[in-house]
Each structure stands twice: as C-alpha cells, then as structure tokens.
C-alpha cells in the first residue's frame, strides 16, 4: 500500500477536502467541506469559529475521515491550543490561501480594535498509517 506521505503530496494543492465527523451525542456521520493544508505528514484543519458544530464534534471525537482528491484518510484530530503549534497552522492556511489576505487583514484589524471577537481556532490531524 502507498505510503500516507506520497498520497498526501499528490492532494496538497487541492482547495478543499470533505471531513466526516461524528455528532457528539449521537455519533451519527456528518460531513462539511472546509480548507486545509498539508504539512509534510499532517494536515492543518482551520476555522474561523470554533463554536461551529463541527468543530464542538471533532473537539469531542477526534476519528475523522478526510476525502480530498479522490483520496480517503482516516486520523486522529487534536484541536491545537497551544499558540505556537496554533499560529504554525493557521500561517499553513493563510499560505496557501494567500488570495484571501486582504480579509483576513482586515478581520485582524477588527480583531485587535476589539471590534470582533476572535473565534479562530486549528487542528491539526495525524493520519493512520496506510
């Protein structure tokens, strides 16, 4: 079988990936489509608000399935709390996602003005082994 890293290198340009995620109570199946970065054998999940169902279900059950490309990975999320594995992964996503930097910019303006609230948050998943 080919190795996750190989697989990952082929879909890392791609824009979006469905991840599959599990209702906190009843376990039920849900999928969203979202952003995502590819980071040597990790992927960085990101969000603008974490108080998003699907954050709150991957937050209390960290299996997740990711199809991106024509691909399937099954993995392990960990929301990232501490600000510097958070800022890494968030700088992943603003990357790859450069053509999105004036509004980021200007939420960020917003953001230390004390104008928003920042709801941003990351995760990021470790892959089962292929």
Not at 10 to 38: E, M, N
Not at 81 to 103: G, I, S
């Amino acid at each position: 079988m080919e190795a996750n890293a190989t697989r990952l290198k082929r879909i890392a340009a791609k824009q979006t990936l469905s991840l599959t995620h599990y209702g906190r109570k009843s376990g039920k199946p849900y999928q969203v489509t979202i952003w995502f970065a590819v980071d040597g054998e990790k992927i960085y999940l990101s969000t603008a608000n974490v108080e998003r169902q699907w954050v709150q279900n991957v937050r209390k059950t960290s299996d997740v399935r990711l199809s991106i490309g024509g691909e399937t990975f099954d993995g392990q999320a960990r929301f990232l709390t501490d600000p510097a594995e958070r800022n890494h992964a968030m700088a992943m996503v603003r990357r790859k996602y450069w053509m999105y930097a004036p509004l980021i910019a200007v939420w960020q303006l917003l953001r230390r003005a004390r104008l928003v609230r920042d709801t941003t948050g990351a995760f990021e998943v470790t892959l089962v082994k292929a």
